[in-house]
């Protein structure tokens, strides 16, 4: 059992409210996902060539200043680093697959996140409320976020293995439920040259999903494929850098519940977690149907 939530705000006057609308939410699902918590916020986008990389490091006093500073020194550029704690965000024009490789080797405790011109990523062990607070949830601004609350069934409770799972850029998944052939579905992607960080389930829908849309599908295209492939119960809720979108399979068995005004579309699994948005008494709410796609899309204003 975890709990997923995802809030698009549609006015652009009401986006610096995100942060307010989602800590709440998140905190009420914490019943159904103990282990960890995470969100990924996606926010107006970098200059062009320039990328935004979520790092995490074990050590809540980590010296992020520090690892900028030789990051730009030995591949020659520049990384501006933004810290909370055992998370930063660092923006730079550097290439994303130059920053990986040399955080693989000058400083291994350091893991990626999350990459893209848009989206931040935030995650680790413990209470949704605890870390909404260690991270600052409620000052975040932005269009659009998902995230999630887990209670561990299948593999390790760790960051790594705490959701939002990323891949490719501005691209995350948050995933309640159980797949039963997710070792399949990775020995094929496997095959193909795509690496695997967890032996999370969710992580092999992540993938597959991501290689679906780097082959050319849409976001809709690629669930619609995924009802056929994965195997098993789930309520799946995807962000990219357009907006949310959402799947359940064929029996539905994980709960969600959407509702939408003028204003923002939120989505949760119980309705409590939705009870205290503004205007929530003039929505409209509705189940989500088994195997329909849905999508809502971030209006961006010229």
């Known amino acids: 059992m975890c709990g997923i939530v995802g809030v698009l705000v549609k006015r652009e006057r009401a986006r610096t409210q995100l942060g307010t609308l989602v800590v709440p939410m998140l905190a009420c699902m914490d019943a159904r996902g103990p282990d960890s918590a995470g969100l990924a916020v996606f926010h107006d986008a970098t200059p062009a060539g320039a990328r935004r990389m979520s ?37 730079s024009s550097l290439a994303p697959t130059a920053v990986r490789a040399w955080i693989e080797t000058h400083a291994p405790a350091v893991r990626v996140l ?20 260690r991270f600052d949830f ?22 790594a293995h705490a959701h939002p799972f990323t891949a490719g850029e501005d691209f995350c998944l948050v995933h309640n439920g159980s797949l039963s052939n997710p070792h399949m579905i990775r020995r094929q992607l496997e095959a193909r040259g795509i690496r695997f960080e967890t032996d999370n389930d969710s992580e ?3 993938r597959w999903i991501a290689w679906r849309l780097a082959e050319g599908d849409d976001v809709e295209t690629a669930l ?79």
């Not at 999350?114 to 607070?133: E, H, L, Q, S």
Request: hydrophobic share 45%; net charge negative.
């Open 204 to 206: 092999a829908a992540c």
């Open 224 to 302: 619609g494929r995924a009802l056929r492939v994965l195997d098993g119960f789930f309520t799946l809720l995807v962000g990219t850098a357009e907006g949310l979108t959402l799947v359940r399979d064929a029996f539905a068995c994980k709960p969600a519940v959407v509702a939408e005004t003028d204003d923002w579309v939120a989505v949760a699994s119980e309705f409590r977690a939705l009870a205290h948005l503004p205007g929530i008494a003039d929505a409209d709410i509705f189940e989500p149907r088994p195997e329909r796609v849905y999508t809502w899309a971030v209006d961006r204003e010229p």
């Open 138 to 159: 409620a000052r975040l601004a932005g269009t659009h976020c998902v995230g999630h609350t887990r209670m561990a069934t299948e593999s390790a409770v760790s960051p």
């Open 55 to 91: 790092l995490f490091a074990p050590d809540r006093a980590y010296p992020w200043c520090t690892l900028a500073d030789r990051l730009g020194a030995d591949l020659d550029g520049t990384a501006t680093i933004v810290a909370h704690e055992n998370l930063a965000v660092a923006t």
């Open 114 to 133: 999350g990459v893209g011109r848009r989206m931040d990523v935030y995650k680790d062990v413990g209470r949704a409320p605890d870390i909404a607070r």
